[in-house]
């Protein structure tokens, strides 16, 4: 059986129209090149060999997604250097006017003018953004993003943000960086991305703190993850009562493994039943993005 069929089994199993995924990445080609190269390289961030499975060209990307049954999905970039968000979000919101399933996205860096290219984006109907605290080397308690997180928190519009030490810790990673913002600005909308590996007690305690702040499943759960940031085995009753922030979430096109089998992972983790499974690969997500 060919892996579009196998994946579209396991929604269909569970009566689905399909899949959200809120994790998935589109880039200008010249970035998506350079993320792969940085891949390859098995660079500082990445810390060990990191093959592409789905490494292909934009519209082949596209069927494959389609292909599985994803039916929504994201186009997620970000920045690692000063005037690089604003240019990276004409992009984005070009993508998204020209590729209907993909949820408008956009991004940030901590710089003067992050406050304005934001509010342009959230006016102009973006769905979500993404923060990458790990790639950007920057702190999110940044005074000069303190103006971009109330104006996400005001417009309720979620941010996926890569805030937690894995693979590889950066100098602003961690839970209490995120902390600190939350306290600030209590009703952002954030989805930690991977679970918050390794940290995934100190995540799931916040996602427990403040109502707004979801997780997603991004890599976790997976033989590759697990060899070096294994789940806590006593968290499993915190994450099956946390179903309703719970989100899925693939990394494609950048993993080491097969879509089928992140998703065969998430089907098999201790005690989670059919409702959950529901919840996590596709309602959470509607009612997040309010999807049809």
Request: glycine share 8%.
């Amino acid at each position: 059986m060919d892996e579009p069929t196998s994946v579209r089994r396991i929604w269909e199993s569970l009566g689905l129209p399909g899949i959200v995924d809120v994790h998935t990445h589109f880039m200008p080609k010249n970035v998506m090149d350079k993320v792969w190269q940085y891949f390859d390289a098995a660079g500082p961030l990445v810390g060990r060999p990191w093959p592409i499975t789905y490494r292909s060209d934009e519209q082949a990307r596209l069927d494959t997604l389609r292909r599985f049954g994803v039916r929504a999905f994201t186009s997620l970039v970000y920045p690692h250097k000063p005037d690089m968000a604003a240019w990276l979000n004409q992009w984005t919101a070009q993508f998204a006017a020209d590729t209907p399933d993909c949820l408008s996205t956009a991004t940030f860096y901590p710089e003067p003018t992050a406050a304005g290219y934001v509010q342009a984006a959230i006016t102009g109907g973006t769905q979500v953004f993404k923060a990458h605290v790990q790639v950007g080397g920057y702190d999110p308690t940044d005074p000069l993003l303190d103006e971009v997180w109330g104006l996400l928190a005001e417009a309720a519009v979620p941010v996926v943000i890569h805030c937690s030490s894995g693979p590889q810790p950066g100098n602003h990673t961690g839970p209490d960086p995120v902390r600190a913002v939350l306290r600030r600005h209590p009703r952002l909308r954030l989805i930690v991305a991977h679970m918050g590996m390794p940290e995934y007690t100190e995540f799931l305690d916040l996602a427990e703190g403040f109502s707004g702040v979801a997780l997603d499943t991004t890599m976790a759960f997976t033989r590759f993850s697990e060899e070096t940031m294994p789940f806590p085995v006593a968290e499993y009753p915190r994450l099956r009562a946390l179903g309703d922030r719970i989100l899925w979430g693939s990394d494609f096109p950048n993993i080491p493994y097969g879509y089928l089998d992140a998703m065969t992972a998430v089907t098999r983790l201790p005690g989670v039943d059919d409702d959950w499974l529901r919840q996590v690969f596709h309602d959470n997500g509607v009612a997040l993005f309010g999807l049809n």
